[in-house]
């Protein structure tokens, strides 16, 4: 381990992992308030169909004017989750 990583840890500072991106559009809330509808969804047998997330993610994103999500968010998303894999 590098010295410098030793002396910020000892220092406080918070490992570079464990920091959420600066340019992250959702909070971790709206994230799991997507996470929660896509298994709500699956539980009543519907197909969370792509198209219909990228507009629940939208419409997050419409309360903070923080414009629209990306064409590959969502796959980087569905990605990022553990609870959305499946065996």
Do not use: H, Q, Y
Not at 13 to 30: D, F
Not at 61 to 82: C, H, M, P, Q, Y
Request: charged share 30%; net charge positive.
């Amino acid at each position: 381990m590098p010295f410098s990583s030793v002396c910020n840890r000892l220092n406080g500072r918070t490992p570079r992992v464990e920091v959420s991106p600066l340019k992250k559009k959702l909070t971790k809330l709206k994230e799991a308030a997507i996470v929660k509808r896509i298994l709500d969804l699956d539980l009543r047998g519907f197909l969370p169909i792509k198209a219909i997330l990228r507009n629940i993610a939208n419409k997050l994103l419409v309360e903070r004017d923080a414009g629209t999500i990306s064409k590959n968010w969502l796959d980087n998303f569905i990605n990022r989750k553990k609870e959305l894999k499946t065996c």
